[in-house]
């Protein structure tokens, strides 16, 4: 998931920088790409506020949980606050959560505590503010998981709901 | 006779009683008390014709096979034999056979006309100099001679156990490729025995708990096809599927068959929140069955369809409920420590298998319909997924090795605990379902 987390990222990227009027090769008028040599951020790189990169990496793009737990500890809530904001200037994006848990459980179950983690972070973006009509949620249950020491260190970060940002079409 | 029928009875009665009845899980180890498994022997059948010959000896191997995999029988070597049996009609040399202590004897006779395949067979008990039932012949193309094997062994294991067959029967299951991060899965099928290994999916969407309609000729399972599970019917035989109806922004999962086969209760994830719903196929149209805020998964049937056992953490933990199918309150029937799920009612009704977590071990274990006399068969750092063979006396699993390098493998075990064994599939397995005995 992590490996197509990133390259569904990089697309979302691409395209952004495809359709953006000031991007530095324009802006620099020469031909040969010297031009980009200017100092200012690269639309799409992570320092660049408005990015998916940015979105995943300064933000959060995930939030861990308990064992059996959907509760959202206060870590959680502080990345799922920056993820709110992020989205409300960003109406170009729509967001689909993905429930995850770990290997200790059964799958059914397991798909069920994932549908409650989606939910619990959608619900929370709500709360501060997000529209729900852009927010959907998937669980993959213990089908997914980015670690695989079966261990807790590994464990705790598959119990997991990751944000990811989906290009909106209609916006 | 009569020494025959004392093993057969001895064996039965330990495999239909479990050792000790107490109120706490009994864990059964098994390395204690190992049934001395009956000596049969299975010359090679007589081939009629010269066309024969292959499937005669082939089909005698695989009698053998699924008569030994059972636990309750052990073959006696070719190389021990006295008298070969070189004509299906000649008398049976008892003599020889009880010098070399096969009390039963199972001999046969092949022929081959085209594509047809027939054989012959017979069940020899060779303490009582006596045939045990009436000879048999089954026909069919050649290329089903495993399964005109399988209903030998289903013969001679049904004569002289007592119980249903399960040999004649088809397992399918979730293919497993690549490394625990990313896994690729796709459904097959199999003979119960891991041969003819089929694929029915290509492995593009992660698909999960296929499970057989109750003529084995339909399969449920969830697939991510659409990017959100979602249950879908195919057809075996044409391999063809269709998604059942569902509901935008719900995801649905873990169906089973009603024992009709036209109903299927499912799970149904809304807002976060898990029910259990039944839908009548044809209409599409479904009603909810559970209103909770808790989970409610991995519902299964009665064998008469009247109650519905499944798994629900309204009690804090995942632990095991029955409900009538019409509606109502459910009862809850685990009670031991633990956490309790994917329940299966066994065909015979007598019993329910399950998954047990407990102490950071995963456990298949059965209990009565009551949650009495609880029994755990295996134990491991991840089994479950119980699936019951046909005759209700065997249960397959899903076995998940630990770590990096972990690997889905399916087991299966007998209801007393006994006969633990490793079922050989091409790649990675995981979630089996077995079929009813094949017509």
């Known amino acids: 998931m992590k490996r197509s987390s990133k390259l569904a990222a990089l697309g979302l ?3 952004v920088a495809a359709c953006t009027n000031n991007s530095p090769f324009a802006a620099g008028g020469g031909s040969g790409g010297a031009g980009g040599v200017d100092g200012s951020v690269l639309p799409g790189s992570p320092s660049d506020p408005r990015s998916p990169a940015y979105f995943q990496q300064a933000v959060g793009d995930r939030v861990l949980f308990q064992v059996d737990q959907s509760t959202l500890t206060d870590a959680a809530k502080a990345t799922l606050q920056g993820q709110a904001d992020w989205l409300m200037q960003n109406p170009d994006y729509n967001a689909r959560i993905e429930g995850h848990a770990d ?51 590994c464990y705790a970060k598959n119990r997991r709901a990751v944000t990811v940002l989906v290009a909106n079409v209609t916006g | 006779m009569m020494r025959l029928l004392t093993s057969i009875f001895l064996g ?38 010269p066309a024969a010959a292959q ?19 052990r073959e006696v070597p070719a190389n021990a034999y006295i008298s070969q049996v070189t004509s299906f009609d000649a008398p049976v040399q008892f003599a020889d056979w009880k010098a070399i202590n096969a009390q039963a004897l199972v001999t046969g006779g092949v022929s081959v006309s085209g594509n047809t395949l027939t054989v012959r067979f017979r069940i020899w008990d060779v303490f009582s100099d006596t045939e045990l039932g009436n000879g048999l012949q089954f026909t069919g193309t050649v290329d089903g001679w495993r399964r005109m094997a399988h209903k030998v062994a289903d013969q001679v294991y049904s004569r002289i156990t007592g119980e249903g067959g399960y040999f004649d029967s088809r397992v399918v299951f979730v293919s497993e490729s690549g490394p625990k991060d990313e896994r690729r899965k796709r459904l097959a099928i199999m003979d119960y025995d891991g041969a003819n290994v089929q ?11 296929p499970r057989f309609s109750p003529a084995g000729d339909r399969v449920l399972y969830t697939s991510y096809e659409s990017g959100v599970p979602r249950i879908y019917v195919l057809d075996v035989g044409a391999v ?95 009670s031991g420590k633990g956490r309790y799920g994917t329940p299966v009612w066994s065909p015979r009704g007598d019993l329910i298998a399950f998954t047990k977590q407990s102490q950071g071990r995963f456990h298949i274990g059965v209990m009565r319909t009551d949650g009495s006399e609880e029994r755990l068969l295996t ?43 490793p079922v050989r599939t091409p790649d990675g397995a995981s979630d089996p379902a077995w079929s009813p005995l094949q017509k």
């Open chain 1, 13 to 15: 990227v691409l395209a």
């Open chain 1, 103 to 153: 290997e200790q459980g059964t799958r059914e179950y397991n798909l069920a505590l994932g549908a409650r983690r989606a939910n619990a972070a959608r619900e929370y973006l709500i709360s501060r503010g997000v529209a729900g009509s852009r927010i959907t949620t998937v669980s993959y249950g213990k089908e997914r998981p980015i670690e695989i020491c079966s261990q807790e260190a």
């Open chain 2, 12 to 49: 039965a009665a330990l495999m239909a009683v479990p050792a000790v009845a107490q109120n706490t899980p009994l864990r059964i180890e098994i390395t204690e008390g190992v049934i001395e498994p009956l000596p049969f022997a299975a010359p090679d059948f007589v081939p009629d014709t």
């Open chain 2, 55 to 73: 499937y005669a000896t082939q089909i005698a191997r695989v009698v053998a096979a699924d008569l030994t995999g059972t636990g309750l029988f």
């Open chain 2, 199 to 209: 694929y029915l999916t290509d492995s593009s969407a992660i698909v999960l708990a």
């Open chain 2, 240 to 334: 063809q599927r269709n998604v059942l109806p569902t509901q935008e922004g719900t995801m649905s999962f873990a169906p089973r068959f009603s024992p009709d086969g036209r109903s299927v209760v499912y799970s149904l994830a809304r807002g976060g929140n898990t029910d259990l719903y039944l839908m009548d196929i044809n209409s599409g149209q479904s009603r909810q069955l559970t209103n909770a805020p808790s989970i409610e998964t991995a519902p299964s049937f009665s064998p008469d369809g009247s109650q519905i056992v499944f798994e629900s953490d309204r009690s804090g933990t995942p632990q095991l409920y029955i409900m009538p199918t019409t509606g109502g309150e459910p009862r809850k029937i685990s």
């Open chain 2, 379 to 421: 134990a491991s750092f991840l089994d479950e997924g119980p699936t019951w063979a046909p005759n209700g006396r065997v249960i397959m699993f899903t076995r998940e090795s630990q770590g990096a390098e972990g690997r889905a493998t399916l087991y299966s075990v007998d209801i007393s605990g006994r006969n633990l064994r």
